[in-house]
């Protein structure tokens, strides 16, 4: 019986809408009901001659006449949930009609009709109808909501909402017919101690740890719902360090304009905090107006098309109104997945994936002539730091000959501008990729400077921008982390003490993009990354957030320092080594300039030494053309 119970109330449930010829029937009765009512109460309370045929027969009409108001009227389509007084007015003009009609043919056929006392069966008849028709919707009402208050145990998540104000009440109207979250109340911290109710709920004042875990365990709360970003942040170590400890889910409805529009609405949205939602600091911000006015009816090409970056570049550019986007990568299978990914979501825009290697001089000046880019973003590179201390010679060959390749070929075919993505590791390099990283920056920015001194002929601008470790980018630390704590762990962290800057895959495409309308020549922009993260810590937040006891049920194990790996990463923003722009978070780096005839000329037995695969003259030639360059912890050292 119990089964049998749970399921009808998830049929019911389940069913969105009560159905119209239900409400219908429901009305009819109560219609009937209604003049059956005031023909009994008439007749025997005011003595009127009224036989149990008589009775029969107005009911009758009654049914008839009903059944006429209430398809005039449409009664019955509204879903009865969402009533309002429109509806019950509605209600009203129907039972108004129905006796109206019923009076009419009383009139013609009973001459008794004169009589004042029917009258006032008309009357009751009026009144008990919209009386009972507006009760029967408040009973179904009330009922709805109880059969959610039963099911919530077993069939919906019972939460909580953060936060008092408009936005959080907004949530709440919004979540009123979500099928997996059942809203329980509000909760803040606070040390204050009043009862208030929103929208009808109750608010909670948490002061503490325990008082937290006594509404949890009172109310049987399995989840707290953030309504923005920025709640998530003012409470990431209180309640949701509380929420952590014991198991409950942590959520966040992103705001109604990052809606992805499907037909799931907020329900869809809601989602699980992840790590990235805890960042301590405030997302960039840049002016889509100016991107998109500088990019507008242009051809514009990505190198490293199918990689993290270069993929979000390609997504972000494809609303722009661009004339053609060039794709150019030499992975074949990420190239078929983003071409899909955009051709699915971009039907409009002429799209063109290339196969192709940047270190093949004659493919890259064929790839231009062929297409003309205007503006040109190079974010094809060899970033991982082990595997390229273990191949020095490829990362020279990818990450500076490969950046002259484009850098040259821009200036060839007369490209309007060249957007370089470079990396925070080319500060003070202690590694191979960092060094190649930082000798593609002096190329790129001497060249520029070159064109603007008007000694090499040519108007393309040159801009480079510094990243500090995107989140969630391929091979980075966060999915590594997420495939180990799927796997039971350990969460394998190289040294307790080590930190790093982070940023989102989107954060760091908006700001090549904001570099692309700001740049002037031969700028190298970095972004002001607020405070360093312990590697430590976030590996402990990461297992929390999946429901695990860090050490306990998950260990972090520590291997030490990887080869060619920092410690500590060189604060990029910081004011002495950098000038202000007019974004607040972008900053232009004060880099030692070289001139580029006699660095092109220094760079080309590099080159040349890693084409033949020479490790112990590409050392030498990186630490002469780079003095700065210190190889740590890595086989180098000895080189």
Request: aromatic residues 8%.
């Amino acid at each position: 019986m119990k089964n049998l119970f749970e399921k009808i109330l998830k049929r019911i449930l389940s069913s969105r809408y009560l159905s119209y010829w239900v409400v219908l029937a429901a009305d009819l009765i109560v219609s009937v009901l209604s003049t059956l009512i005031s023909c009994l109460l008439v007749r025997h309370y005011m003595s009127v001659n009224l036989t149990a045929g008589d009775i029969l027969y107005i009911c009758l009409l009654s049914l008839v006449f009903s059944l006429v108001a209430f398809l005039s009227f449409s009664t019955y389509r509204n879903i009865i949930r969402h009533s309002s007084l429109r509806e019950v007015g509605y209600l009203g003009l129907g039972a108004g009609v129905k006796i109206v009609m019923m009076l009419g043919v009383l009139f013609f056929f009973w001459d008794f009709l004169f009589q004042e006392k029917i009258w006032v069966a008309a009357g009751f008849d009026f009144l008990i109808s919209f009386v009972g028709l507006v009760a029967l919707r408040i009973v179904m009402i009330a009922t709805y909501d109880l059969a959610l208050q039963r099911a919530s145990v077993r069939i919906r998540k019972n939460i909580l909402i953060y936060g008092l104000g408009d936005v959080s009440a907004s949530v709440e109207a919004r979540l009123k017919s979500d099928k997996k979250c059942y809203v329980r109340g509000f909760c803040v911290h606070s040390d204050k101690l009043k009862r208030f109710r929103l929208a009808g709920l109750p608010v909670y004042f948490l002061r503490s740890e325990e008082e937290f875990a006594e509404v949890v365990r009172s109310r049987n709360i399995q989840g707290i719902l953030f309504p923005n970003y920025k709640s998530v942040q003012d409470e990431k170590e209180r309640i949701i360090c509380y929420c952590e400890k014991r198991g409950i889910q942590v959520l966040i409805v992103p705001p109604v304009g990052e809606f992805s529009g499907n037909t799931g609405g907020v329900k869809s949205e809601v989602r699980p905090i992840e790590i990235e939602d805890l960042l301590e600091r405030e997302e960039i911000n840049i002016n889509l107006d100016e991107v998109m006015k500088e990019l507008k009816g242009k051809t514009v090409l990505v190198t490293g098309a199918a990689g993290s970056i270069g993929s979000e570049i390609c997504r972000q550019v494809a609303t722009m109104g661009l004339q053609r986007l060039v794709l150019f990568d030499i992975a074949e299978t990420p190239m078929h997945n983003i071409r899909l990914e955009l051709e699915e979501k971009y039907p409009y825009l002429k799209l063109i994936p290339v196969i192709g290697d940047v270190r093949v001089t004659e493919r890259v000046n064929k790839l231009f002539e062929q297409y003309t880019p205007q503006v040109v973003f190079h974010a094809a590179a060899y970033k991982h730091v082990p595997l390229m201390e273990e191949n020095p010679c490829e990362a020279i060959q990818v990450n500076v000959r490969g950046s002259i390749n484009i850098a040259e070929a821009a200036l060839r075919y007369c490209a309007e501008k060249m957007i370089m993505i470079s990396t925070d590791k080319a500060v003070n390099p202690t590694n191979i990729m960092g060094a190649s990283k930082r000798l593609a920056e002096i190329y790129i920015q001497s060249l520029g400077m070159h064109i603007a001194k008007g000694d090499t002929a040519g108007r393309t601008r040159y801009i480079t921008t510094r990243f500090g470790n995107v989140l969630g980018s391929n091979g980075s630390v966060v999915p590594r982390f997420r495939e180990q704590i799927e796997k039971g762990g350990p969460v394998t962290v190289t040294h307790p003490e080590i930190t790093r800057f982070f940023m989102t895959i989107p954060e760091a495409c908006r700001l090549v993009l904001e570099a692309a309308t700001m740049g002037n020549d031969s700028e190298i922009f970095v972004f002001d990354m607020g405070t360093p993260v312990k590697i430590r810590e976030l590996a402990r937040r990461m297992i929390e957030l999946a429901g695990y006891q860090p050490d306990t049920e998950i260990k972090i194990q520590y291997t030490g320092l990887r080869p060619g790996e920092k410690l500590y990463e060189e604060l990029l923003s910081d004011e002495e080594n950098t000038l202000p722009t007019q974004h607040p978070k972008i900053r232009v780096a004060q880099a030692r300039t070289y001139e580029f005839e006699q660095f092109s000329l220094a760079v080309e037995p590099l080159i040349k030494a890693s084409r033949q695969v020479d490790i112990p003259a590409v050392v030498k030639a990186v630490r002469r053309l780079v003095p700065e360059y210190k190889a740590q912890n890595s086989w180098l050292e000895k080189v």
